[in-house]
């Protein structure tokens, strides 16, 4: 009976003890990796182990069958996205001619007309978005963040509505790598004078970082629009500098007007790293159809693209507000003085 007794007695407290101290130790395991991971993981992937997680994507295009480690013959080094309408395809289809099959080729549509770009063959190997009557920096924000384009050394983010007989999307690469050039553009040739004289293509020069511009308009030399300035037409960004633009986009302001006058932000020693390509030019055609997609009528007293303008405006008037405001705060927490700024 005393042999019967303990026997019981023991079993009633190993089970007892069992269910006990294996939660207790798994909690305090799981706690510790918790720990652990939080601290080397992104947002939200706490609970992952860190091989696991990728954090980047990018636009290449997958098969449906076969070994995924085959399904890429070639990865392309560059991506260019174009915001477009069906109705200025011709000077896309141009335009697109002139990138070499190291371009991923992206188009935003914003007329919805997908289908009517069929007739090109690189469009069967390019990448279609489409919504309705937004504008390019709408798309930007959305679908050009730094983790999902990381695969792509430099990003160019053009208009649809650009001549490009002089120019060459390899050949042009090649110059912005040897000036060392984060933030470029093609210069613009014109009979015109443009907005901004630091775009204008300077002929016998293979690119040009500075301009004498009409007297005031720069505080300094090395600032907008004298220096360190491209326009938003068709900027080219490398990887490093399109990660800390991406973040100063703002989500409500879609024309991105004010932009190009501040991503020298992004960049130490800017006027040395943005410049405009010479020798590798474009025109500005001046037709975009995007300006016309407005939901005014005709009687209400103004034309549609009047009404696109008005909004580029405010638009710029807000973006000039919001970086003022996040500079006076960020020099009062710190305690420091306000630099003298031009917002434009």
């Known amino acids: 009976m005393r042999l019967i007794l303990s026997t019981i007695i023991g079993m009633i407290l190993g089970f007892f003890l069992g269910t006990i101290f294996p939660q207790l130790t798994t909690f305090e395991v799981d706690n510790n990796i918790n720990n652990i991971l939080e601290a080397k993981n992104p947002r939200g992937a706490e609970l992952l ?74 469009s069967k190997q390019a990448i279609h978005i489409s919504v309705r009557r937004q504008a390019k920096w709408w798309y930007a924000k959305r679908f050009l963040h730094p983790d999902i384009i990381a695969a792509y050394e430099y990003i160019f983010i053009w208009d649809e509505d650009l001549g490009v007989e002089n120019f060459d999307g390899e050949e042009y690469l090649k110059i912005v790598k040897r000036h060392g050039l984060e ?20 002929i016998d020069k293979e690119i040009h970082r500075f301009v004498d511009e009409r007297s005031g308009r720069c505080a300094t030399p090395y600032v907008p629009p004298c220096a360190a300035f491209v326009e938003i037409m068709a900027p080219v960004f490398s990887r490093k500098a399109w990660r800390c633009v991406w973040h100063m986009i703002q989500n409500d302001l879609v024309h991105g007007w004010g932009l190009d006058l501040s991503v020298r932000r992004c960049l130490e020693s800017a006027y040395e790293k943005i410049g405009i390509v010479d020798s590798q030019y474009i025109v500005h055609l001046e037709f975009p159809t995007l300006r016309n997609q407005s939901d005014v ?30 500079d006076q705060k960020y020099f009062k927490q710190h305690n420091m003085s306000m630099p003298n700024a031009t917002y434009f």
């Open 49 to 122: 182990p860190p091989g696991i997680i990728r954090s980047e994507s990018d636009y290449y295009l997958r098969r449906l069958w076969g070994n995924p480690n085959e399904d890429l013959p070639m990865k392309q080094k560059y991506l260019v996205a174009f915001t477009v309408g069906a109705k200025q395809k011709q000077y896309v289809n141009a335009a697109v001619k002139k990138f070499s099959s190291n371009f991923t080729i992206l188009l935003f549509h914003y007329d919805g007309l997908t289908d009517e770009w069929d007739e090109f063959e690189w």
């Open 183 to 202: 933030i470029s553009q093609p210069g613009l040739d014109s009979n015109k004078r443009p907005v901004w004289l630091l775009t204008k293509r300077q």
């Open 297 to 326: 009528k005709l009687d209400e007293g103004k034309q549609p693209w009047h009404m696109v303008r008005e909004r580029c405006n405010h638009e710029w008037n807000m973006f000039k507000g919001r970086l003022r405001s996040a």
